[in-house]
């Protein structure tokens, strides 16, 4: 990491820490409920989650009791947040870490890549926020974050830009505190970093963009 890659890290991190949401997953670093606040904020807005989140989870509170419901009580619980094979995958998933781990989910991201509805942004996630592991993450808003301070000229959806920005992701993590970092660079990309209208003023963070100076 050079110096610039750690200054830009130490200010998010610090921003973080001040301006940060407070959202109902990032009270607990319970693994299963991060898992399962990942998998609902696919394609579904963050204040729709924050409704159903809790209640999904004092109906389902571990992943045993998730693994033993019949999937279609999992489906009428789901009702309304869309896009069902999410809540199938989960379903699937919650079994399989079962069968497979005695019920506890697992804290390396190469495992939890193996799991059904875990792909490897979600197996960051989870490794990183909930257990600590130096584990990077790469969504939309990371993406359009990642692209525009390292003004990346490539296709942020081809394998070739798939690959560069994972890279560039991974040389960011810390050793320390490397969910939160995570978390950080998440933050940026949903409240600051903007798809059309980026708030360029507020970014802790915009004297080291490259996008922004050019």
């Not at 693994?31 to 990942?38: G, N, Q, T, V």
């Not at 399989?96 to 799991?115: C, F, H, N």
Request: proline content about 6%.
């Amino acid at each position: 990491m050079s110096r610039i890659e750690a200054e830009l890290v130490r200010r998010l991190g610090s921003w973080f820490d001040k301006e940060r949401r407070d959202l109902p997953w990032r009270r607990t670093r319970d693994p299963y409920a991060i898992w399962l606040s990942e998998v609902m904020l696919q394609q579904t807005r963050v204040k729709t989650v924050e409704d159903y989140f809790p209640r999904f989870l004092r109906t389902y509170p571990t992943v045993e009791k998730l693994a033993k419901a019949k999937v279609e009580d999992v489906l009428s619980s789901w009702s309304g947040l869309g896009y069902y094979r999410r809540a199938r995958a989960l379903h699937k998933g919650a079994r399989e870490v079962v069968d497979q781990y005695g019920g506890e989910v697992p804290k390396d991201a190469a495992s939890l890549r193996g799991i059904s509805s875990i792909g490897p942004y979600t197996a960051g996630a989870i490794a990183s926020i909930a257990y600590g592991q130096r584990e990077a993450l790469v969504d939309g808003n990371v993406a359009r974050v990642l692209a525009r301070i390292f003004a990346l000229s490539c296709d942020v959806r081809s394998p070739a830009g798939s690959k560069e920005l994972w890279a560039a992701a991974r040389r960011l993590v810390p050793d320390e505190n490397p969910g939160r970092h995570n978390e950080s660079l998440m933050e940026l990309g949903a409240t600051v970093c903007l798809p059309n209208r980026p708030r360029c003023e507020a970014c802790p963070v915009a004297d080291l963009c490259q996008a922004n100076a050019s």
